[in-house]
T-cell receptor
Framework: DAKTTQPPSMDCAEGRAANLPCNHS???????VYWYRQIHSQGPQYIIH???NNETNEMASLIITEDRKSSTLILPHATLRDTAVYYC??????????????FGAGTQVVVTP | ETGVTQTPRHLVMGMTNKKSLKCEQH?????MYWYKQSAKKPLELMFV???????ENNSVPSRFSPECPNSSHLFLHLHTLQPEDSALYLC?????????????FGDGTRLSIL
């Protein structure tokens, strides 16, 4: 199963774009990259996911490199409410696995005024 | 509002008490999950249900007993818990075995064992 590597923390100024990196160098061709975030005392919130192509929704953009070994989550205009732990997860399916989410330690993002 | 509702939000109980956590999803999903999140630790998957059938139990102690009467409701029955069971318990739902469909989480029940 593919593992992910994220920086433990990063700061971002309010109103600026936040670029969150994730390394998943052992990812396989049928494995999706998912991003979630968890604001203190709340459940994880789904942000975005992708397979090969870049994706964008109302919350963020996901840029996946051509070799799929890394990705970047972009929050275009960070606000104080974006302060959270951000999780990058590679989701896979095998005969024994049904596509479970395996959460790591994530990146603690702090947005400052 | 994620479409997954958990009650109660907070629960304090003694080690000899029996209580239940409830989860309800309004997303039309067919799979439901229980996760445990202890302080400073990653989320740990506890149980998986697919169409009311339990498909995974990650070596969870028998003092935790899940129940899934239908694909919209999930319970976690608690009895004779230990102090180390104090944690945030999260429920999630999704379409089963659909890699390109996300799981959606509730806001959890914060459980404290006295």
């Amino acid at each position: 199963d593919a593992k992910t590597t994220q920086p433990p923390s990063m700061d971002c100024a309010e109103g600026r774009a936040a670029n969150l990196p994730c390394n998943h160098s052992t990812i396989s061709g049928n494995e999706y990259v998912y991003w979630y975030r968890q604001i203190h005392s709340q459940g994880p919130q789904y942000i975005i996911h992708g397979l090969k192509n870049n994706e964008t929704n109302e919350m963020a953009s996901l840029i996946i490199t051509e070799d799929r070994k890394s990705s970047t989550l972009i929050l275009p205009h960070a606000t104080l409410r974006d302060t959270a732990v951000y999780y990058c997860i590679v989701r896979f399916m095998t005969t024994d696995s049904w596509g479970k989410l395996q959460f790591g330690a994530g990146t603690q993002v702090v947005v400052t005024p | 509002e994620t479409g997954v509702t958990q009650t109660p939000r907070h629960l304090v109980m003694g080690m000899t008490n029996k209580k239940s956590l409830k989860c309800e999803q309004h997303l039309g999903h067919n799979a439901m999950y229980w996760y445990k999140q202890s302080a400073k630790k990653p989320l740990e998957l506890m149980f998986v249900y697919n169409f009311k059938e339990q498909t995974e139990n990650n070596s969870v102690p028998s003092r935790f007993s899940p129940e899934c009467p239908n694909s919209s409701h999930l319970f976690l029955h608690l009895h004779t818990l230990q102090p180390e069971d104090s944690a945030l318990y999260l429920c999630a739902s999704s379409q089963y075995r659909a890699l390109n469909q996300p799981q959606h989480f509730g806001d959890g029940t914060r459980l404290s064992i006295l």
